[in-house]
C-alpha cells in the first residue's frame, strides 16, 4: 500500500499531497477550483494516485476528475463546505492543544452520557456543548459518547448516514469545533467516545462506488450492498477505514469508539476487520502511550467479541449489553410485542444481573433459533448498559423517552437500577432529569424519491409493534426541533429531584468501589422468578465495604424479602424518602438498619432501598 496518507496533507508549508485510491480508474486529475487547473495523478502497482502540488491554501476547494468524465469529492475529504455532492477544501490542521496530560478513566470507573449534537442545545453545535462539560463532570458524568459526527447530506440527521467519514460535520463546527470540544472535554476531566459507522455508508452521497470495489454483493445489509472486508482488494479497503479510526485518535484525540452494529460487518477472512481494527486501534495507543477503548454495538450475544485475541477473541475491550435494557423495560411497562416478545420472562432480568446475556444458548422466540453465548465468565466491565438511548428511545414509533412510558417512582426505580448494576453505565442525554421532549427520527435528504422511501419504510417498521399513530415526517424541521432538549427542565419539580437523584447515585457510585467492582463473584444476586423483589449485593475486591441494594421491580404490590443473616446494614438511600417524594411526604417501609440475623424488608411497589454495610 502507498505510504502516503489518503486524503490532501501539507508535506511543508508550500507543498500539499493528495492521494486517493481508485484502482479502476485509467486516470485521475486534481480539479483545484481556485484557478480551475486539473493536474495529472500518477497511479501506483496498488492503484493509489498521488501527486504533489505547490502553493495549495487553507480553503481552497478541490475534486477528483475520474477518467475525463466525472468529478467527485475526496473520499477522504476533511471538509465538505457546501455540500456532500459538493467540492472538498483544505483544512488549517493546527491546534493548540492544552491536554497533554490526560488519561481517561478506566471502563468499571466509567459512566457514559450519550449526546447528539444537532438537538442537544438550541444552536445544535460542538462549541454550545461546552458551557454544559463542568456540569455533567460534577454530575458523576466521565465520557461522553457523541452520536456519528462525519458530514451527512443536509443540516438534520442522526449520523448514521453519513458519507464523508473523515469530515466532521460542517453544520456542527466542522473540524476545529470538534476539536475545541475534546480539549474542552479533557479540561473538564472527561473522556471522548465517539461512534463511528464502519458498516455502512448513507444512500446519499456516498461515491466509494466511483473509486474502486469498497461494496460487494456477496453479502446484504439493512442498508444494501455489504462493504468489501473479504473479496478481491479488500485490503485497501479495510486501510480505509482503519486509516479513519486512527485519524479520530492522531487528529482529534478521541478516547473510545462505539463500533455501531458490529454484527453487518461481513469479513470470512482468517483476520476480519474487526480484529483487525481493534488491534490497530490498541497498537496506536501503546505507541503514543495512550489508553483507548474499543466497544463493539452487537446483537449476537458473542463472547468471543471481548476475549483477548491469544484465545480466538476479537480482542475488543466492550460491548454494549442491551439485554438489560429489554428486560427492565418489558418489566416495567409490560410491552410484549417486537423484539420484546423475546424478554417476557422477568427470569431473564435476574439472569442479565447475574451473568450478562439473556440468551446464552437456549432457543430463542425472536430469532426463532438457539441463540447466544454465556457471559458468565466474564467481568462486568467488559458490558456497557442503558435504559434509555438513541436506539431504543428514537426507535420507537413517537420516540418517547421512558419519562411518558412510566410514572416518576418507575423512574427513580431505572436510576437505582442502573447505577448500581455490575455494568458500566450509559446515560442518553436528558435521563438525567427526566426530559420530556421526544428523541424521533430525522433526515434532511435532498433526494425527493429518497426521502418518500424513508417515510414508506419508517411506517413500515412498526407494523411488529401495537403503537398507535403515524411516524411523524422525518424530513420535516418540526420534527427535529421537537427534539432539542430543555435543560431548565432540571431546575423545576420533579425534574430538579431526578437531576439529584441521579447526581446523589453517581456521587456513591463513584465514591465507593464496591458498585464499580467488575469481578463477577462481587455481586451475589437473590431474587426468584415467581417475586419481583430481588436484592443485589455488592463488594469491593477485599471485602472491606460491601452494599445492598433491594429493589422492588413489581408495578402494583408491595412486597417482601427475607435477606440472609450476616452483618448489620444502615440505610444510605431510601427512593421513598422525603426528599425523593414530589410532596414531600415519605411513605418507606424499609427500615434504617438491617440486622445480622435474617430479616424481612418491605418495599412499596417500584421503590428501592440501598444499604450499607456497618458490621
Not at 222 to 243: Q, T
Not at 289 to 306: F, G, H, P, W
Not at 402 to 423: E, H, I, M, N, R
Request: hydrophobic letters at 35%; a negative charge; charged letters at 25%.
Amino acid at each position: 500500500m502507498t505510504p502516503f496518507p489518503l486524503g490532501a496533507h501539507a508535506i511543508n508549508t508550500h507543498q500539499t499531497r493528495f492521494t486517493v485510491w481508485a484502482p479502476e480508474r485509467d486516470t485521475v486529475d486534481v480539479h483545484l477550483m481556485r484557478n480551475d487547473t486539473y493536474l495529472p495523478m500518477e497511479k501506483d502497482q496498488n492503484g493509489y494516485f498521488s501527486v504533489v502540488v505547490d502553493d495549495v491554501q487553507v480553503g481552497d476547494r478541490y475534486m477528483y476528475r475520474l477518467d475525463h468524465d466525472r468529478e467527485r469529492p475526496d473520499p477522504a475529504s476533511r471538509h465538505q463546505p457546501d455540500t456532500v455532492h459538493g467540492a472538498s477544501a483544505i483544512v488549517d490542521t493546527h491546534f493548540d492543544w492544552t491536554d497533554q496530560d490526560w488519561s481517561p478513566p478506566s471502563l468499571e470507573n466509567s459512566v457514559f452520557y450519550e449526546i447528539h449534537v444537532g438537538t442537544y442545545t438550541d444552536s445544535g453545535t460542538y462549541d454550545a456543548i461546552i458551557p454544559h462539560l463542568p456540569r455533567l463532570e460534577a454530575l458523576g458524568i466521565t465520557t461522553i459518547e457523541l452520536m456519528p459526527v462525519a458530514q451527512f447530506p443536509g443540516k438534520r440527521n442522526w449520523g448514521y448516514d453519513g458519507v464523508a467519514l473523515f469530515a466532521p460535520h460542517k453544520d456542527y463546527g466542522g473540524v476545529q469545533g470538534l476539536k475545541r470540544l475534546v480539549n474542552a472535554c479533557h479540561t473538564a476531566g472527561l473522556a471522548v467516545c465517539l461512534d463511528v459507522v464502519y458498516n455502512h455508508l448513507g444512500p446519499e452521497g456516498n461515491y466509494l462506488w466511483d473509486y474502486g470495489p469498497y461494496f460487494t454483493e456477496r453479502y446484504h445489509t439493512p442498508w444494501g450492498a455489504s462493504l468489501n472486508f473479504d473479496g478481491a482488494k479488500s485490503d485497501h479497503v479495510k486501510r480505509f477505514f482503519i486509516e479513519n479510526a486512527l485519524y479520530w485518535l492522531e487528529d482529534f484525540h478521541i478516547d473510545a469508539f462505539r463500533l455501531d452494529a458490529t454484527h453487518e460487518l461481513y469479513d470470512f477472512s482468517a483476520v476480519p476487520f474487526l480484529e483487525e481494527l481493534t488491534a490497530e486501534i490498541h497498537a496506536w495507543a501503546e505507541k503514543n502511550n495512550k489508553q483507548v477503548y474499543a466497544i463493539a454495538e452487537n446483537d449476537r450475544s458473542d463472547r468471543r467479541l471481548t476475549l483477548p485475541r491469544s484465545v480466538n477473541g476479537a480482542g475488543l475491550d466492550g460491548q454494549w449489553l442491551d439485554d438489560l435494557h429489554h428486560t427492565l423495560h418489558v418489566a416495567l411497562t409490560s410491552e410484549d410485542d417486537g423484539y420484546y416478545a423475546d424478554y417476557t420472562d422477568y427470569a431473564l432480568l435476574l439472569k442479565v444481573l447475574r451473568e450478562g446475556f439473556s440468551y446464552s444458548g437456549q432457543y430463542s422466540p425472536g430469532w426463532d433459533r438457539k441463540h447466544g453465548t454465556s457471559s458468565a465468565d466474564l467481568s462486568t466491565e467488559r458490558f456497557i448498559v442503558c435504559t434509555q438511548n438513541h436506539d431504543q428511545v428514537g426507535n420507537r414509533m413517537l420516540g418517547e423517552r421512558l419519562s411518558a412510558l412510566t410514572d416518576f417512582d418507575g423512574l427513580k426505580l431505572v436510576a437505582g437500577l442502573l447505577l448500581t448494576s455490575p455494568y458500566v453505565p450509559l446515560l442518553f442525554m436528558g435521563q438525567e432529569y427526566a426530559e420530556t421532549a421526544p428523541f424521533l427520527y430525522f433526515i434532511s435528504h435532498g433526494d425527493e424519491n429518497l426521502v418518500k422511501a424513508v417515510q414508506e419504510g419508517r411506517a413500515e417498521e412498526f407494523s411488529a409493534f401495537a403503537w398507535k399513530g403515524s411516524p411523524p415526517d422525518p424530513n420535516a424541521v418540526e420534527t427535529f426541533n421537537r427534539s432539542k432538549l430543555n435543560h431548565n427542565l432540571r431546575k423545576q419539580g420533579t425534574h430538579a429531584i431526578m437531576y439529584n437523584l441521579y447526581r446523589t447515585l453517581l456521587t456513591l457510585r463513584h465514591n465507593n468501589p464496591a458498585l464499580t467492582n467488575p469481578a463477577r463473584d462481587a455481586t451475589n444476586i437473590y431474587g426468584n422468578d415467581a417475586n419481583r423483589i430481588l436484592c443485589m449485593e455488592r463488594r469491593d475486591a477485599n471485602n472491606t465495604s460491601a452494599f445492598r441494594i433491594v429493589l422492588n421491580i413489581a408495578l402494583s404490590d408491595t412486597l417482601n424479602m427475607t435477606l440472609p443473616a450476616g452483618d448489620r446494614w444502615e440505610k444510605v438511600i431510601d427512593s421513598n424518602a422525603s426528599e425523593w417524594r414530589p410532596d414531600g411526604d415519605p411513605i418507606s417501609t424499609a427500615p434504617d438498619t438491617l440486622s445480622d440475623s435474617n430479616q424481612t424488608l418491605t418495599l412499596p411497589p417500584k421503590s428501592f432501598a440501598i444499604y450499607r454495610r456497618s458490621r
